[in-house]
Nanobody, 123 residues
Framework: QVRLAESGGGLVQAGGSLRLSCAAA????????MGWFRQAPGKERDIVAA????????YYRDSVKGRFTISRDNAKNMLYLQMNSLKPEDTAVYFC????????????????WGQGTQVTVSS
């Protein structure tokens, strides 16, 4: 069993920054990849960024490239998302998730999810 818990969300003005953290716990935590997803009201839950746990390969959706940075600390079982130059359209609930299969760019591959943390960007 894997448990994920996000923290670091909040209210920020446009142009500001936030750093999200995700703490992972479980008997054997060795995912293939971890990702950050977001879901705005009435919209699908979309992938924002992902990283392979071992190699550290990364993926970013186009709208966050150059503004967001995903990173992980394997020793501490922590995942991070540094979000800079935030825009009102980044407002959503952000979830971290863990994938144990190799199709790490697909939401269906992610088996374990945190409860989410709200990020609100005011204009």
């Amino acid at each position: 069993q894997v448990r994920l818990a996000e923290s670091g969300g909040g209210l920020v003005q446009a142009g500001g920054s936030l750093r999200l953290s995700c703490a992972a716990a479980g008997r054997t935590f060795r995912p293939y990849a971890m990702g950050w997803f977001r879901q705005a009201p009435g919209k699908e839950r979309d992938i924002v960024a992902a990283i392979t746990w071992s190699a550290g390969s990364t993926y970013y959706r186009d709208s966050v490239k150059g503004r967001f940075t995903i990173s992980r600390d394997n020793a501490k079982n922590m995942l991070y998302l540094q979000m800079n130059s935030l825009k009102p359209e980044d407002t959503a609930v952000y979830f971290c998730a863990a994938a144990y299969g190799s199709n790490w760019l697909f939401r269906a591959e992610y088996e374990y999810w945190g409860q989410g943390t709200q990020v609100t960007v005011s204009s």
